[in-house]
């Protein structure tokens, strides 16, 4: 079992950046793919972004492919995504996401993950 917090939220600008931070309980941070998805007001929740346990393999949405990055740190147990140029349609609760990397998923499929942080608020004013 993994436990996650979010952190690294905020206001910023349009055309701003953002680092939100995963932070993730246990020693077993390696076995787990690792996902950030996002729910605006009104909407359902978004795939954002996913990377593979080993960091090999990502993978993101359309809308923000060139802007966001996702990485992980295994020796801190903390997976990242750097936003830039951030856009207002971009505000959004974060989210982390987790799931066992022995067991085959859709990285954007919210449903297969199995852990989730509490999330972070973004909020890109125009």
């Known amino acids: 079992q993994v436990q996650l917090v979010e952190s690294g939220g905020g206001l910023v600008q349009a055309g701003g950046s953002l680092r939100l931070s995963c932070a993730a309980s246990g020693r077993t941070f390696s076995s787990y793919n690792l996902g950030w998805f996002r729910q605006g007001p009104g909407k359902e929740r978004e795939f954002v972004a996913a990377?593979?346990?080993?960091?090999?393999?990502?993978y993101n949405t359309n809308s923000v492919e060139g802007r966001f990055t996702i990485s992980r740190d295994n020796t801190k147990n903390t997976v990242f995504l750097q936003m830039n140029s951030l856009k207002p349609e971009d505000t959004a609760v974060y989210y982390c996401?987790?799931?066992?990397?022995?067991?085959?998923?859709?990285?954007?499929?919210?449903?297969?993950?199995?852990?989730w942080g509490q999330g972070t608020q973004v909020t890109v004013s125009s």
């Open positions: 996401a987790a799931r066992n990397r022995a067991v085959r998923y859709t990285p954007g499929n919210a449903y297969d993950y199995d852990y």
């Open positions: 990377i593979t346990w080993s960091g090999a393999i990502t």
